[in-house]
């Protein structure tokens, strides 16, 4: 380094050098695999988030987005719930409706509309019927 310029430090390093040269590979080969490890790394971490991700910053509990997938599957054909994106017009507007955790339970259980058939009882049992009620009580009206 000449005089404590900076000049002086970027002439030794684009020197032909084997030194600056190894220091030129060493940092580009640096500055690549970080870019590789963040392309790679950081969908993977928010893949492994989104499933759990909900309405207005909400985190779901692994119950809840159970729940959501079930719905979605199943409930969304016939229920609107903005939470899954889901607009129909047979059974009623849970996002209005805003049902507690027991009233949707009840629901998957016994089924709706007088026995008419329009809900059947029982589409969903144990633990599934929990978690989609779970999740409807968490995210509806929001």
């Known amino acids: 380094m000449t005089n404590g310029e900076p000049k002086g430090l970027r002439k030794q390093f684009q ?3 084997k030194l600056a040269t190894f ?8 500055v690549f ?5 963040a392309a790679i790394v950081v969908p993977l971490d928010n893949a492994r988030d989104k499933p759990r991700a909900g309405p207005d910053g909400i985190t779901l509990t692994v119950a809840e987005a159970n729940g959501r997938a079930l719905f979605a599957k ?3 054909t016939c229920h609107t719930l903005a939470a899954v994106q889901a607009v129909a017009r047979i059974g ?3 996002d209005v409706l805003r049902p507690s955790e027991s009233v949707v339970l009840y629901a998957i259980n016994n089924g709706f509309a007088a026995g008419l058939g329009q809900m059947p009882a029982g589409l ?3 633990q599934d019927a929990t978690d989609i009620a779970q999740f409807v009580a968490a ?4």
């Open 15 to 17: 020197a032909d050098t």
């Open 23 to 30: 220091a030129r590979r060493a940092l580009i080969t640096a």
């Open 33 to 37: 695999a970080g870019a590789i490890a």
């Open 74 to 76: 199943t409930c969304s």
């Open 92 to 94: 009623p507007d849970l």
């Open 124 to 126: 969903y049992s144990g």
């Open 139 to 142: 995210v509806a009206g929001r």
